[in-house]
């Protein structure tokens, strides 16, 4: 059973800067494609960031392009999440995620992190 746990969350002002991190057990990250979702009160789920198992593809939605920088350290399994210039719009939970191929559809990825709660101040 793949588990996946975030760490990083919490309360920063606006402009500020926060690094999420996700830890896999049970199985390697290694492979597989991993992003990283958030979610607001009342919104859907949306990717913010993906990226392949080599490192080599990218996506990040046009809302934190520039300021949010994902990356993996597959010798640790280990997935990151770099987010600067934090806005009160970027408050929300965010979920780490793995899957078969780094997309924005939620329903490509197998399994979830429980979420971590990011709150930007303004």
């Known amino acids: 059973q793949v588990q996946l746990v975030e760490y990083g969350g919490g309360l920063v002002q606006a402009g500020g800067s926060l690094r999420l991190s996700c830890a896999a057990s049970?199985?390697?990250?290694?492979?597989?494609?991993i992003a990283w979702f958030r979610q607001a009160p009342g919104k859907e789920r949306d990717c913010v960031a993906a990226?392949?198992?080599?490192?080599?593809?990218?996506y990040y939605s046009n809302s934190v392009k520039g300021r949010f920088t994902i990356s993996r350290d597959n010798a640790k399994n280990t997935m990151y999440l770099q987010m600067s210039s934090l806005k009160p719009e970027d408050t929300a939970v965010y979920y780490c995620?793995?899957?078969?191929?780094?997309?924005?559809?939620?329903?490509?990825?197998?399994?979830w992190g429980q979420g971590t709660q990011v709150t930007v101040s303004s």
């Open positions: 995620a793995q899957g078969r191929t780094p997309t924005r559809v939620a329903s490509i990825y197998d399994y």
């Open positions: 990226i392949s198992w080599s490192g080599s593809t990218t």
């Open positions: 049970g199985r390697t990250l290694s492979g597989y494609a």
